[in-house]
């Protein structure tokens, strides 16, 4: 069983930066590919950003390419995501998410979630 948390959510203004974070339990983090998704409110979870296992490949949602980066360190069995340029429609719960395939955009193929952060953009 693998444990997420994820840390770094706040209030901020349209233009600013925040970097999420995810801790997991699991040492053996490096053998699952990862994954960010969000949900505002009233709308369906939708994938945000993949990083496979080793960290070579990233996928990321059409609105936020450019703006967010993904990344992980496996020697400290935490991913990042690095979002800057934030606008208000970025705003939603964020969650980290686990997956045993190398790596995934569906949140179906995901097998241990965390349990969100909030981040909030005023315009």
């Known amino acids: 069983q693998v444990q997420l948390v994820e840390s770094g959510g706040g209030l901020v203004q349209a233009g600013d930066s925040l970097r999420l974070s995810c801790t997991a339990s699991e040492q053996t983090f490096s053998n699952y590919g990862m994954g960010w998704f969000r949900q505002a409110p009233g709308k369906e979870r939708e994938f945000v950003a993949a990083?496979?296992?080793?960290?070579?490949?990233?996928y990321y949602q059409d609105s936020v390419k450019g703006r967010f980066t993904i990344s992980r360190l496996n020697a400290k069995n935490t991913l990042y995501l690095q979002m800057n340029s934030l606008k208000p429609e970025d705003t939603a719960v964020y969650y980290c998410a686990a997956t045993r395939l190398m790596v995934s955009t569906k949140s179906a193929e995901y097998n241990y979630w965390g349990q969100g952060t909030q981040v909030t953009v005023s315009s």
């Open positions: 990083i496979e296992r080793d960290g070579y490949f990233r």
